[in-house]
């Protein structure tokens, strides 16, 4: 099952939603699934599931759709799911405490390897399967395990200097969590995660529906 390339990025940012709602459906025993059943399910027609599917090899079969187990593999395999990523959060307050915590990582193929903080007082504390390490080691770990993905959960005053530290550490990829934008170089990738941002956003609908 090869992928057919290029897939374009707004299908891309939709895959994920699909490859957890075929999750679900394996979960469910369930082994074909239609472009018009899972369009109901994740609010999209069925036209454009059939086109964000044909960026990849796969096809379905007529009256019956799609076969969840191959169609699960393909989707694995284009999110880069079927390989394990090692994930490093750095900031252990409340936002990076429930990262830790969180169990889907792993079954998405992600490793929370290290979290880290600057106060002594959390030093040792486990969450999840994490154990709070001294951010001053991060180089350290990041060298040995050859850390993926950095998640940076700190203030915005303090995001520029993960950001550094954690490309001082080798990382080419950055989630950021903080409300301040960073400055990396072209070979790091990094994605903003604003959920004040979003929730203004969906403010704003509200506000204009209610004049309606």
């Known amino acids: 099952m090869s992928v057919m390339e290029p897939v374009p990025h707004p299908v891309i940012r ?10 679900e459906l394996r979960e469910e025993g369930i082994e074909w699934a239609s472009s018009q059943e899972i369009a109901d399910a994740l609010g999209l027609t069925s036209s454009t599931v059939r086109q964000d599917l ?28 079927d390989v394990l990523h090692r994930v490093v959060i750095v900031g252990a307050g409340h936002l990076g405490r429930a990262l830790a915590e969180h169990g889907a990582f792993a079954e998405r193929g992600f490793d929370i390897c290290g979290l880290f903080d600057q106060d002594p007082g ?10 709070v390490i001294n ?9 040995d395990v050859k850390v993926d993905i950095g998640i940076i959960a700190v203030p915005g005053q303090a995001a ?53």
């Open 54 to 81: 044909s960026h990849m090899d796969l096809k379905g079969i007529s009256k019956k759709g799609y076969e969840t187990a191959q169609l699960e593999a393909v989707l694995r395999k284009v999110l880069g799911a």
């Open 135 to 143: 951010v001053e080691r991060l180089s350290e770990l990041a060298e």
């Open 14 to 23: 939709r895959l994920p939603k699909y490859l957890v709602h075929i999750q």
């Open 160 to 212: 520029q200097e993960v950001a550094e530290a954690l490309v001082d550490a080798g990382v080419k990829a950055i989630l950021n969590l903080a409300y301040k934008h960073i400055h990396v170089p072209e070979d790091v990738t990094v994605v903003d995660a604003r959920i004040m941002e979003s929730l203004q956003e969906l403010a704003y609908v509200l506000g204009t529906s209610r004049k309606r």
């Open 122 to 131: 959390l030093f040792g504390k486990k969450f999840g399967h994490a154990e």
